[in-house]
């Protein structure tokens, strides 16, 4: 992508195209240099809100309500990074400020939600760009398309963060790895990423058809379960994928193994699964590019939500392209690209055997924990939190219950039955989703869905 003198924005948000992001280049000489402008503009807006949305391509959950505050509380410029972080901890409408906004001389990344789905935001200068391009490489990508050429890749490629093993391992040479930037219900930040030790993007059709899922994804199940036998590439089987309704199935919280039996038996299962539901999206707007060694499939999950993305490369296609390879690594395992990198996996050409365990010594008795103002505040919190779970549901029980479906509107006041959370009320209603109160938490749950 072409950059004139500037700053990048890139918004991580699944209504954004198929690569569930947006992407511009700001005319600001800095990030701060920005914020100062824009802010200075906000206090004298008669329409506050509309502040910067122009130039984002759109408006950005947290930042509209940033600019009001600037314009009815009359913020002052800051001056520097960290008079701008305090300006945004206590302005930006966002929950856990402290946490979910990260900045520096060179970035500022924000995470939030929209009680729907988790979203994200970066501001970061060139300067990110030339020190650190395996963080930034994909989120700059604007195309749905990966690059094909593989020739330049030795095969060597270690990931700068921890990937999990799918089993079995293949017998091959080298490793495919997996990014499914794929969600259910709410919880849609940041994604999974895994691994397919001994076996590269050629040769996984063979791989998927001959052993049994370990553990595996929803989404890896499903697309093994879609190979026919004359399937030589994944892209049949993709454009199956496609076709089913993956994100209302996994939100009813299936069974671990669900589609992980002989092969036609798991298709029967998969389909059977479906058949409550209607697919909520466009099949035929589904994106799939498979080459020598990279597949990037984006469904089209739902009209609300537009695309989701799986994206699977091996060791040789890495090392020709390395640092794309390792951003989508970083992008699929944190929310933040940016943050301190975790201990990163050893070389996936073999897994070795798990070392013999020691005998484990005895405990030591715990000391007895003081209670801090945090904890009394957080049990104090609990309990209350329970008050008014016991109060919602009063005297009804599990058999007055409605079992929740996403595809099921609810009404206020309502008791559903929820696989993962249990018993809960409808505390308020729309069109498309729904709060409810469970025992220990509340959680905003999607309803409607595949319905017009």
């Known amino acids: 992508m072409s950059a004139p003198d500037g700053i990048w924005f890139v918004y991580r948000t699944h209504y954004e195209g198929p690569l569930s992001k947006r992407i511009r280049r700001l005319a ?25 949305v122009a130039e984002l391509g759109g408006p950005v959950q947290g930042l509209r309500s940033f600019f009001e505050a600037a ?22 409408s966002i929950e856990s400020p402290e946490e979910n906004i990260q900045l520096d001389a060179h970035s500022v990344r924000i995470r939030t939600d929209d009680e729907q789905v988790g979203l994200a935001y970066y501001f970061f200068d060139d300067e990110v760009v030339r020190r650190s ?33 799918l089993a079995p391992t293949g017998s091959g040479e080298g490793a495919t790895y997996v990014a499914l930037l794929t969600f259910a219900d709410s919880d849609s930040l940041p ?27 929803i989404e890896l199940r499903v697309l093994r379960a879609m190979i026919d036998p004359g399937d030589t590439t994944l892209t049949p089987a993709l454009k199956r994928a496609a076709a089913y309704p993956l994100g209302l199935v996994a939100a009813g919280d299936p069974a671990p193994d669900l589609g992980a039996g002989p092969l036609a038996a798991a298709r029967a299962e998969l389909l059977a699964a479906a058949e409550p539901h209607t697919h909520g999206g466009d099949p035929s707007l589904a994106i799939i590019q498979e080459s020598a060694g990279a597949v990037l499939f984006a469904p089209h999950a739902s009209a609300d939500l537009g695309h989701q993305q799986w994206i699977l490369f091996d060791d040789r296609w890495a090392s020709a392209h390395p640092d794309l390879a390792a951003s989508i690594l970083r992008y699929g395992r944190d929310w933040d690209p940016f943050a301190a990198a975790r201990p990163a996996a050893k070389s996936s050409k073999a897994l070795k055997a798990p070392k013999s365990a020691k005998d484990p010594k005895a405990p030591r008795a715990p000391k007895a924990a003081r209670p801090t103002r945090a904890s009394t505040a957080a049990a104090a919190a609990a309990t209350k939190h329970q008050n008014l779970w016991h109060a919602a549901v009063a005297d009804r029980t599990e058999a007055d219950a409605r079992v929740y479906a996403p595809s099921d509107r609810f009404q206020e006041g309502e008791l559903i039955q929820h696989a ?24 905003i749950m999607l309803q409607g869905a595949g319905k017009a």
Request: proline share 9%; aromatic share 6%; glycine share 8%.
């Open 420 to 443: 993962k959370f249990g018993l809960g009320v409808v505390l308020r209603s729309d069109p498309t989703k729904c709060e409810v109160l469970f025992a220990i938490t509340s959680r």
């Open 71 to 92: 314009h009815t509380h009359s913020l002052h410029t800051p001056k520097t990074t960290t008079a701008l972080r305090k300006l945004l901890v206590e302005h930006l």
């Open 133 to 165: 391009p395996d963080r930034v490489a994909y989120l700059l990508l604007d195309e749905p398309r990966l690059p094909e050429d593989v020739s330049a890749g030795g095969g060597s490629f270690s990931p700068p963060v921890e990937v999990s093993a």
């Open 191 to 217: 994604g999974t990423i895994s691994v397919f030790p001994g076996v590269r993007v050629g040769g996984l059709v063979a791989h998927l058809r001959s052993v049994t899922p370990q553990s595996w994804p």
């Open 28 to 52: 600001a000489p800095s990030i701060l240099a920005w914020f100062q402008a824009k802010i200075e503009e906000a206090r004298t807006s008669l329409t506050p809100r509309d502040v910067g």
